[in-house]
Each structure stands twice: as structure tokens, then as C-alpha cells.
């Protein structure tokens, strides 16, 4: 059972366009969310992350927007460059573990 | 100064033989987890290690695999007997404690035969 989902596997974008990046979550016992971005062959690095008790938080040009009421977050970037290129994962830790659930990644190409 | 790195960078087995994967975390850093990511999967948690203990291995898929850290720093993932099914990108992160960002290494890639 994929308690975050990313239902988009890939987005095109053209630069200096908005990117929209979405994540679905089907448990209510998290409270924060990441979002990281991973580009081949390297490790995930984080981006940008937003508390429950939150409906927005940004970042220079990441903007992430949290609708508890929908268990949906997304991940803005305005504008794309194409150095955004990368799989982009959203994440969240589960209440009362250590463990962190993963989304299956979205992989954006901004084109120049 | 350094990041979180991993040993080897490249695996290749043959089923049913045994592999060691090894981290090694930001120093300083007490939380370090263990990822697993498959093809066309999101990361997997596997286990997470506060200093030397390991409170959380819900995440080990089968009694094939283990983990272990020393001194707080070092931690190695070894998979007995490795299945097909094994193969995949072993990731490693590390934090300064529970709950603060984590920073990964560049992963393992394992390839069982």
C-alpha cells in the first residue's frame, strides 16, 4: 500500500515556465513533509519541507502548498530552469517510527 | 567538507553469494538510515540506527539482511544469500539527529546475477 503517492511519473516543462509537482498522501499520521531532489547518480538532496500546522511555505523559487483537507501537497518552481531537470520525490515521516515514506518520484525535464 | 559516502559505488554478485555495503556518514551525524531503491520504485526505509542502535529495522525485508554501526559512525549493510530480487540502489543517509534533514550518499548499485 503506497502511502504517498506520485501519480505523475514525468513532467515537461518549458524554462521559465511554472512547474507543478504533486503528491497524494493516504495517511493522516504524518505532519511534515520533504520534498528532495535527486539527479542521476547522485543522492537525493533536500529542497524544501512544510509542517501540517502550514498551508504554504517558500523558497526563493520553490513554493510548496499543503490542503490537508484534500491529503495533497505540490511542489511550485517559477521559474524552471533547466538545471531543475531531476527526479523530484515528496516525502514524509510516520507518527510514533523513524521511518520515512518515499513518493515513486516524479521526473521533471525543464527545456531550454 | 565531506559528505555522507558509500563503498562500493558498483556491485555485482551472483546469487546466492553474500555482500557487504558500507556507509559512512557525516561525522557528527548520530541518526543514519539505510534506503533501498528499486526500479521505477520510490526509496524503501529499510532501518534506522541512533549511534549504535538500531530502534527501528522494520524495514528489513527478510532475516537475509542486517545491519550494523560501530563507534557511531560507520555502518555496514550485509545481504545473505542475495536473490535476484535484491537488486537495486542501496542508499544511505545521515542526520544530526532524528527528525533533522538528511544528507544521502551517491547509493550502491547492487546487480545479482
Known amino acids: 500500500d503506497q502511502q504517498v503517492k506520485q501519480n505523475s511519473p514525468s513532467l515537461s516543462v518549458q524554462e521559465g515556465r511554472i512547474s507543478i509537482l504533486n503528491c497524494d498522501y493516504t495517511?493522516?499520521?504524518?505532519?511534515?513533509f520533504l520534498w528532495y531532489k535527486k539527479y542521476p547518480a547522485e543522492g537525493p538532496t533536500f529542497l524544501i519541507s512544510?509542517?501540517?500546522?502550514?498551508d504554504k511555505n517558500e523558497d526563493g523559487r520553490f513554493t510548496v502548498f499543503l490542503n490537508k483537507s484534500a491529503k495533497h501537497l505540490s511542489l511550485h518552481i517559477v521559474p524552471s530552469q533547466p538545471g531543475d531537470s531531476a527526479v523530484y520525490f515528496c516525502?514524509?515521516?510516520?507518527?510514533?517510527?523513524?521511518?520515512?515514506?518515499f513518493g515513486t518520484g516524479t521526473r521533471l525535464k525543464v527545456l531550454a | 567538507g565531506a559528505g555522507v559516502s558509500q563503498s562500493p559505488s558498483n556491485k555485482v554478485t551472483e546469487k546466492g553469494k553474500d555482500v557487504e555495503l558500507r556507509c559512512d556518514p557525516i561525522?557528527?551525524?548520530?541518526?543514519l538510515y539505510w534506503y533501498r531503491q528499486s526500479l521505477g520504485q520510490g526509496l524503501e526505509f529499510l532501518i534506522y540506527?541512533?549511534?549504535?542502535?538500531?530502534?527501528?529495522k522494520s524495514g528489513l525485508p527478510s532475516d537475509r539482511f542486517s545491519a550494523e554501526r560501530t563507534g557511531g559512525s560507520v555502518s555496514t549493510l550485509t545481504i545473505q544469500r542475495t536473490q535476484q530480487e535484491d537488486s537495486a540502489v542501496y542508499l544511505c543517509?545521515?542526520?544530526?539527529?532524528?527528525?533533522?534533514?538528511?544528507?544521502f550518499g551517491p547509493g550502491t548499485r547492487l546487480t545479482v546475477l
Open positions: 561525522s557528527g551525524h548520530t541518526a
Open positions: 540506527f541512533q549511534g549504535n542502535s538500531a530502534p527501528d
Open positions: 543517509a545521515s542526520s544530526l539527529a532524528r527528525d533533522n534533514e538528511q544528507f
Open positions: 516525502a514524509a515521516p510516520l507518527l510514533g517510527t523513524y521511518k520515512y515514506i
Open positions: 512544510i509542517s501540517s500546522i502550514k
Open positions: 495517511n493522516s499520521m504524518f505532519d511534515y
